[in-house]
Nanobody, 115 residues
Framework: QVQLVESGGGLEQAGGSLRLSCVGSGMIFRFAAMGWYRQAPGNQRELVATITTAGGTNYADSVKGRFTIVRDNVKNTVYLQMNSLKPEDTAVYYC?????????WGQGTQVTVSS
């Protein structure tokens, strides 16, 4: 059974930084393109960043230059380094494959950015 567990969220002031982690189990992690997604209250879930099996990355325009996605295939972990946080980054953050698989959604980790 595949399980993706996110952690690292919290309350941060605008301009601050957080690093999110997502540990995968029950899957051959290194063969999966991965993504970080987020969902703010009242909004649809959106794609924030992706990383291919070869390490190629892509970002939503809203986070480009501020967020960095990295993967460690030995640890079965994908990270999201978030710098220069803004209040509009407040959301629950999830990781999943890219494209996402419905059964893989976890609980996510809450990120709250105060102004």
């Amino acid at each position: 059974q595949v399980q993706l567990v996110e952690s690292g969220g919290g309350l941060e002031q605008a301009g601050g930084s957080l690093r999110l982690s997502c540990v995968g189990s029950g899957m051959i992690f290194r063969f999966a393109a991965m993504g970080w997604y987020r969902q703010a209250p009242g909004n649809q879930r959106e794609l924030v960043a992706t990383i291919t099996t070869a390490g190629g990355t892509n970002y939503a325009d809203s986070v480009k230059g501020r967020f960095t996605i990295v993967r460690d295939n030995v640890k079965n972990t994908v990270y999201l380094q978030m710098n220069s946080l803004k209040p509009e980054d407040t959301a629950v953050y999830y990781c999943n494959t890219r494209p996402p698989i419905g059964a893989y959604w976890g609980q996510g980790t809450q990120v709250t950015v105060s102004s």
